[in-house]
């Protein structure tokens, strides 16, 4: 088990205990976190599990996967330079401890 | 395992009329069960639909062999899988994006919907099916995909008639026929636009399928108009008529989405309630179990998306449209690669301009007599009539 952090646009921190393997965007819906919609379920399609990963932690998320930068074009908040679409981040060991920021808007 | 039962009973025209206490028994007592008037496997639960949708190496879209090829004259990227729907669909998702929407569009979508509303009469029933969602649907998606100059009567006519043939799985001819004429209209007037496009690049879907760097075939490119065409003009529309009913027959919710300005919760609500698309086909690629019944390769499953936003394991009073819902985990735009690429722009137009917009301008509209209402339609669904006292 990993222990992953979302914070909420308004601060809100909210951590959970998550599986080696699954990704950000699942491990936030299997814990109900508000703010990650993930509509598609994973298939880089819909944009509503847009997360800003915490400057912290940007080398251990990696780059963004082949297709992640158009689909992220179509996010409903601000893209950043720490913006990943949460389905993308498969949880490894070394994420243990991961932040992710959580934008005001998914759809 | 067992193969899943068989329903004998169930007919088209009972499914097209009202499905929902059909489904609401399916769910209960056979949740996986082969309909023989339909010759599909229907899957009415939330977990199996968007199991079936999120797992395309199973289940496949890419099935050449349905009417939908003869209607669009194009292999679409609806019944295509992996890379290739990927491609096709990428090359012309950036028109449909929040960003553009609010940066290009916007504004031009609330005068359109003032057009509309200005032309209606205070004190009077109107339709309000025939005269707003229809035409103000149509009239924005001609802009967004670039197609200046077509009518709002022509785009609503080549979106039923490329749907109706789409739907032709009796094989019969005159749809065909229809479809024909309607995509030798299409063609003439995508030609027309072409050069337009290229000279002056622009956020429409067309004009950024043209310009890529890297374009998809013309073919496709037509194609993908044409999808846009038949799935973008009444999944707006009934989703529009269908939160205006729910909202007009709910007068406690409606002053409490006026109070809070709610809309985007009313419009989830309306899309959960009645989902403007209510079913979808999957081709099975290999021997699989759902529910506990052997599936086998080569059958095809309907995902019954209008019963998985009604199954009592997510939803309480589902047969109710009830706004203000703790979660509404709905599938109305379905899910995995082939979830709604309309999703942001409904939710912006429809959501965020349209329902609001009406509202503002005739705040105590009424619905005098809501048992006058139709509705209609299996595969689509919604209101085709809404007859509404304007004041």
């Not at chain 1, 243990?96 to 934008?103: A, D, M, Q, T, W």
Request: glycine fraction near 8%.
């Amino acid at each position: 088990m990993v222990k992953v952090i979302y914070v909420a646009k308004d601060g809100t921190r909210t951590e959970v205990k998550a599986q080696v393997g699954d990704t950000v965007m699942q491990t936030a819906l299997d814990n109900d976190v508000a703010g990650i919609v993930g509509e598609c379920g994973g298939s880089m399609m819909c944009a509503t599990c847009h997360c800003y990963v915490d400057d912290a932690w940007t080398d251990a998320a990696g780059p963004r996967k082949d297709g992640e930068d158009d689909m992220l074009d179509c996010a409903a908040d601000e893209v950043k330079e720490t913006s990943r679409l949460s389905c993308q981040i498969q949880l490894t060991p070394e994420l243990n401890g991961l932040v992710v920021h959580l934008p005001e808007d998914q759809v | 395992m067992p193969l899943a039962p068989v329903n004998d009973h169930v007919t088209m025209d009972q499914l097209t009329r009202d499905p929902y206490p059909i489904y609401r028994r399916m769910r209960a007592e056979t949740p996986v069960v082969r309909v023989s008037s339909v010759k599909r496997t229907f899957l009415t639960k939330a977990a199996f639909t968007k199991y079936v949708k999120d797992t395309p190496e199973i289940f496949s879209s890419n099935d050449p062999n349905t009417p939908m090829k003869p209607a669009f004259r194009a292999h679409t990227l609806m019944r295509k899988d992996g890379a290739e729907h990927r491609r096709e669909r990428m090359a012309m998702q950036m028109a449909y994006t929040p960003k553009v929407i609010k940066q290009d569009w916007a504004d031009l979508y609330r005068g359109i919907v003032d057009d509309y509303l200005d032309r209606l009469p205070r004190g009077e029933t109107v339709d309000m099916f025939t005269e707003i969602c229809g035409p103000v649907s149509a009239a924005i998606l001609t802009h967004i995909l670039g197609l200046e100059g077509a009518t709002t009567e022509q785009m609503q006519r080549w979106s039923q008639n490329l749907i109706d043939g789409a739907g032709n799985f009796g094989w019969k001819p005159e749809p065909f026929a229809v479809s024909d004429k309607a995509n030798d209209e299409m063609d003439a007037h995508f030609a027309s636009l072409e050069d337009r496009h290229l000279a002056e690049p622009n956020n429409s879907a067309f004009s950024i399928m043209l310009n890529a760097k890297d374009p998809i075939p013309k073919s496709q490119i037509y194609a993908n108009l044409k999808i846009a065409i038949g799935g973008g003009i009444n999944e707006p529309r009934d989703a529009m008529a269908t939160i205006l009913f729910g909202l007009l027959t709910n007068p406690e919710q409606l002053e409490e989405v006026k109070r809070q300005e709610a809309w985007g919760a009313a419009f989830e609500e309306g899309i959960r309630w009645v989902a403007p698309i209510q079913a979808s086909s999957r081709l099975v690629l290999e021997d699989v179990q759902i529910g506990g019944f052997d599936i086998p390769r080569g059958d095809t499953v309907m995902t019954i998306q209008a019963s998985s936003n009604r199954d009592e394991d997510l939803f309480e009073n589902g047969e109710d449209y009830v706004v203000f819902r703790d979660k509404n985990v709905h599938q109305a735009f379905g899910s995995g690669p082939h979830h709604c690429a309309g999703a942001h722009i409904a939710r912006r137009t429809v959501g965020e301009i349209m329902i609001p917009a009406l509202f503002e301008r005739f705040p105590n509209m009424s619905l005098p007599d809501p048992d006058a209402v139709k509705w209609r339609g299996f595969g689509f669904r919604g209101p085709i009539n809404m007859p509404i006292t304007l004041n």
